[in-house]
């Protein structure tokens, strides 16, 4: 899979999860970061800065999917390793 297809199926999935996905641009003066997973009222909310890297917005959106239970659900394999890899970091 592409980079972009890989960002459009994380996507997908977190809408699956009932979590929004927003690409804003930052202002690196303000924020450090590329962004990643809050919780507004309740509801899960990915931030992704909209001027990052697309290999950038992968990793933040795959760390924040991690924090989910995924196993039910179908994914690629190549999708689901992205995820996993992300939940190893977090656990080590």
């Known amino acids: 899979m592409e980079p972009p297809e890989v960002l459009r199926e994380l996507e997908k999935l977190?809408?699956?999860?009932g979590m929004r996905v927003r690409?804003?641009?930052f202002d690196p003066r303000l924020i450090e970061g590329k962004g990643g997973l809050c919780w507004v009222h309740g509801?899960?909310?990915v931030m992704l800065d909209g001027g990052a890297p697309i290999l950038d917005k992968i990793g933040v959106l795959a760390e924040a999917l991690a924090r989910f239970d995924i196993v039910p659900l179908y994914l690629p394999?190549?999708?689901r390793q992205s995820i996993e890899r992300r939940r190893t970091v977090r656990s080590a």
Request: proline share 23%; no cysteine.
């Open 43 to 45: 509801h899960p909310i």
């Open 77 to 79: 394999p190549a999708l």
């Open 14 to 17: 977190a809408r699956r999860l």
């Open 23 to 25: 690409h804003e641009p």
